[in-house]
């Protein structure tokens, strides 16, 4: 899904948009999702936050959420291995999006 969306995306068709809040107290449901990789996303999260300080750690909290959820990987033989190092999750970090609903 990755190859199409960066092929409509370089014709200017599907240009991903960053949701923030238009104005703050906000109260709705979001979600992070990856750009390029429709798998790396969480569930919708129900936030109310009343400042934008409070919005960036309520995505911060998502973020660590996501790291934990896709970025251990449990071995047959019961060890836990981490799947993106420090390096790597920056990478990560920079295709994700805030999505709103």
Do not use: C
Not at 1 to 22: D, S
Not at 48 to 64: G, I, L, P
């Amino acid at each position: 899904m990755g190859f199409f969306r960066r092929l409509l995306r370089n014709a200017g068709l599907a240009a991903p948009e960053a949701f923030t809040p238009p104005s703050y107290p906000f109260s709705g449901e979001i979600r992070l999702r990856h750009r390029e990789y429709d798998r790396l996303h969480t569930g919708w999260w129900r936030v109310t936050v009343a400042s934008a300080a409070e919005w960036d750690a309520k995505v911060r909290e998502m973020q660590e959420g996501l790291r934990r959820h896709f970025g251990l990987y449990l071995t047959k033989d019961g060890r836990t291995l981490r799947r993106w190092n420090d390096r790597s999750w920056a990478g990560v970090l920079q295709g994700l999006v805030v999505e709103g609903r």
